[in-house]
T-cell receptor, first 114, second 112 residues
Framework: DTGVSQDPRHKITKRGQNVTFRCDPISEHNRLYWYRQTLGQGPEFLTYFQNEAQLEKSRLLSDRFSAERPKGSFSTLEIQRTEQGDSAMYLC????????????FGPGTRLTVT | GQQVMQIPQYQHVQEGEDFTTYCNSSTTLSNIQWYKQRPGGHPVFLIQLVKSGEVKKQKRLTFQFGEAKKNSSLHITATQTTDVGTYFCAGVGGTSYGKLTFGQGTILTVHP
């Protein structure tokens, strides 16, 4: 078990560009979550997948954000037309519905929009 | 929407002193979880509390879930320098399975 992995670890982009992040959950985990964390705050929920189905999406998530989990394994999070306010750490977590709700977080992707 | 408040925001202690952080939810929770995040790291799961009034211990750490399932606390006895980090509570509401609502966290500094 290699844990949750995320790629890239760091991303610097110019305002207006599109970015895509990838998350590989723990292999047997059917649930996958995306969170956003800014300095001094707790992680903020963005969206949730059970297998390949996106079951919940935060109302705070603008239309510029989209996430997929096409085969119920890895997931991607895309941000279109990035804004400076999108600068944050994007965390992915996974869990197993057989083991309760405890979530295992990846190392995160730190996005800086200049 | 559901809000989770955590106090204090910062806590500085001398090594060997005790530490407590408190968490309050605006709504009744189905369960509450606690995570620790080291500086520069990611949140790491510590424990989950499900039952009203539940108390769980992990070595020097004691976790409590309130009778009304709206508040929780984490108490560390005789802190060590390895306890340094930010401690988050995170609530799962009754209508949102899996989704965690995190508190702002308590940053613990331990002076040797």
């Amino acid at each position: 078990d290699t844990g949750v992995s995320q790629d890239p670890r760091h991303k610097i982009t110019k305002r207006g560009q599109n970015v895509t992040f990838r998350c590989d959950p723990i292999s047997e985990h059917n649930r996958l979550y995306w969170y956003r964390q800014t300095l001094g705050q707790g992680p903020e929920f963005l969206t949730y997948f059970q297998n390949e189905a996106q079951l919940e999406k935060s109302r705070l998530l603008s239309d510029r954000f989209s996430a997929e989990r096409p085969k119920g394994s890895f997931s991607t999070l895309e941000i279109q037309r990035t804004e400076q306010g999108d600068s944050a750490m994007y965390l992915c977590a996974s869990s197993s519905s057989k083991m309760g709700y405890e979530q295992y977080f990846g190392p995160g992707t730190r996005l800086t929009v200049t | 929407g559901q809000q989770v408040m955590q106090i204090p925001q910062y806590q500085h202690v001398q090594e060997g002193e005790d530490f407590t952080t408190y968490c309050n939810s605006s709504t009744t929770l189905s369960n509450i979880q606690w995570y620790k995040q080291r500086p520069g790291g990611h949140p790491v799961f510590l424990i989950q509390l499900v039952k009203s009034g539940e108390v769980k211990k992990q070595k020097r750490l004691t976790f409590q879930f309130g009778e009304a399932k709206k508040n929780s606390s984490l108490h560390i006895t005789a802190t060590q320098t390895t306890d340094v980090g930010t401690y988050f509570c995170a609530g799962v509401g009754g209508t949102s399975y899996g989704k965690l609502t995190f508190g702002q966290g308590t940053i613990l500094t331990v002076h040797p």
